[in-house]
């Protein structure tokens, strides 16, 4: 049976035991009811917040520096869930910060993360909005999720792809590749005969066509030489008679004045005889002298009269003039014009010689180049048939 002093033992023992509870128990709620916080908002559109619990953890930059306080769904828009979260006063809350919900551990439990801000931003007030984030964590799920989207779509093209009619179209494309790459090489090879045939044909035509202009080159310098020689024995020829024409003229004008002078002295010789031994009939004498000496010169007046009419005769100047006009071409015009003309065409010559060479040069460049194509062709047709060989669903996908 107990006693009446452990009785009372035990109930003073009870009533200290309560008594000390309600006194920590009042010592934390009124810690609790008495603590200031400030409050922001924060609103998740379209955002699941599950794992987060009212009177959640609410951390910057990994420091606890609140709580949650409210989760609530907005009346106005179902898709919107707005949080109420307290914080410490004189935490530094900028514009620029973001909230973002993080995972606390492997039990799924969430808490608010605040990140972000800079210095130069302005500090939020009190019942602003916090704008919400994205974590690395959301955008690898989005990520996923639309990776898992692109495989099932490439299976499915894959399962369309590989049923047996493309099976058997892949097989047909295979067997047709094989035959036009066998078709190729043979045209290949024709087709670099056939060029090795003209370019051998081009180089011989282009020796011939050198030797030809060399020759007509040599020809042209030796009928040059030849016209100037004959030229220059013409002209030659023609001042040798002209001065032999001219000089036998100028003979003949001068043995005729001489005739005519000697002639009219021995006139006025005999005149002076019959004056000075004739004395009776001088009137009658001078008479027939001055009629004999206008007669003279009357003939002399005609001789001097046809000679000028033979010097000033049209034949004359027309010698005169084409001995002229042919002296002046031949030293002046023709022979420079001549030489002139042949320079021009040797140029010509030379600089169609010089064209045919570079042509000739191009072509057999255009050849080597085309031969270098018609190669790698070659090669990237074996390449190809290769790779289809291989991995035949390159036909399906082109790379």
Avoid: C
């Avoid at 699941?48 to 409210?70: A, E, F, H, M, W």
């Avoid at 008679?241 to 005729?256: A, R, W």
């Avoid at 030379?350 to 270098?372: F, K």
Wanted: charged content about 25%; proline content about 2%; cysteine-free.
């Amino acid at each position: 049976m107990v006693s009446k002093a452990t009785k009372v033992r035990l109930g003073i023992f009870l009533v200290v035991g309560f008594v000390l509870i309600l006194v920590f128990a009042a010592a934390v709620a009124g810690n609790r009811l008495t603590q200031k916080w400030d409050e922001y908002y924060i609103v998740f559109d379209d955002y699941p917040v599950s794992g987060l619990q009212v009177g959640g953890t609410v951390n910057y930059q990994g420091i606890k520096v609140g709580r949650v306080k409210d989760i609530r769904i907005d009346p106005n828009d179902v898709k919107k869930i707005q949080l109420t979260i307290q914080i410490e006063p004189g935490t530094p809350i900028k514009e620029d910060t973001e909230a973002v919900l993080a995972l606390v551990g492997i039990t799924g439990i969430k808490a608010v993360e605040i990140k972000g801000g800079t210095n130069e931003a302005v500090t939020m007030k009190p019942l602003s909005f916090i704008k919400a984030g994205s974590t690395m964590i959301d955008d690898i799920s989005d990520r996923a999720a639309s990776i898992v989207d692109k495989l099932e779509l490439i299976a499915d093209n894959v399962h369309e792809l590989t049923n047996q009619q493309n099976r058997d179209n892949i097989a047909k494309i295979l067997e047709e590749t094989g035959l036009i790459l066998t078709e190729t090489r043979e045209n290949v090879s024709t087709t670099m005969q056939a060029l090795t045939r003209v370019a051998n044909n081009t180089a011989v035509l282009t020796d011939e066509l050198s030797q030809n202009i060399e020759s007509l080159t040599e020809n042209l310098t030796e009928n040059i030489d030849d016209v100037a020689n004959v030229t220059i024995d013409s002209v030659k020829e023609i001042t040798e008679s002209l001065n032999k024409e001219l000089l036998t003229i100028t003979k003949s004008l001068n043995t005729t004045v001489d005739e005519l002078s000697d002639q009219t002295i021995a006139l006025m010789d005999d005149t002076r005889f019959h004056l000075n031994n004739i004395g009776a009939n001088a009137n009658n004498l001078v008479l027939e002298s001055t009629e004999q000496i206008v007669l003279l010169s009357t003939n002399l007046n005609s001789s001097l009269d046809k000679i000028n009419s033979v010097i000033h005769s049209d034949e004359f100047d027309s010698i005169v003039n084409n001995f002229n006009i042919l002296a002046g071409q031949l030293s002046e015009a023709n022979l420079g014009e001549l030489a002139t003309d042949i320079g021009v065409t040797i140029k010509r010559t030379g600089t169609l010689i010089n064209n045919l060479n570079r042509t000739v040069q191009r072509s057999r460049d255009d050849l080597a180049e085309t031969l270098e194509n018609l190669r790698d062709a070659t090669d990237n047709l074996n390449e190809f048939s290769r790779q289809i060989a291989d991995n035949p669903a390159i036909l399906i996908r082109g790379n």
